[in-house]
């Protein structure tokens, strides 16, 4: 069990950045594949970003690719996404994501942060 509390969403104009952090409880959160979802209004849920325990890969869909940057901290248990260069179409609420296993099935989540983008 692994508890997940993101911040850093907010409203910004189309073109800009902002960067969300998800912290993580206890003291095995380096054991973990962790991730970023997202899910607009009217539509399913949707992987952003991921990266394995470790830092050395991650895996981006293909809309953020080249804007997004996921990163961790695991001596702070914390991962980030940086978000550049948003579009309107990445106004979604956020969701951190860990795994045990594999980033696309996440086993926790958290309690997501709304990302707004005006156009």
């Known amino acids: 069990q692994v508890n997940l509390a993101e911040s850093g969403g907010g409203l910004v104009q189309a073109g800009g950045s902002l960067r969300l952090s998800c912290r993580a409880s206890?003291?095995?959160?380096?054991?973990?594949?962790m991730g970023w979802f997202r899910q607009a209004s009217g539509k399913e849920r949707e992987f952003v970003a991921g990266?394995?325990?470790?830092?050395?890969?991650?895996d981006y869909a293909d809309s953020v690719k080249g804007r997004f940057t996921i990163s961790r901290d695991n001596a702070q248990n914390t991962v980030y996404l940086q978000m550049n260069s948003l579009k309107p179409e990445d106004t979604a609420i956020y969701y951190c994501?860990?795994?045990?296993?594999?980033?696309?099935?996440?086993?926790?989540w958290g309690q997501g942060t709304q990302v707004t983008v005006s156009s």
């Open positions: 206890g003291r095995t959160f380096n054991r973990y594949r």
């Open positions: 994501a860990a795994a045990d296993v594999d980033v696309t099935t996440p086993n926790y």
């Open positions: 990266i394995t325990s470790g830092g050395g890969h991650t």
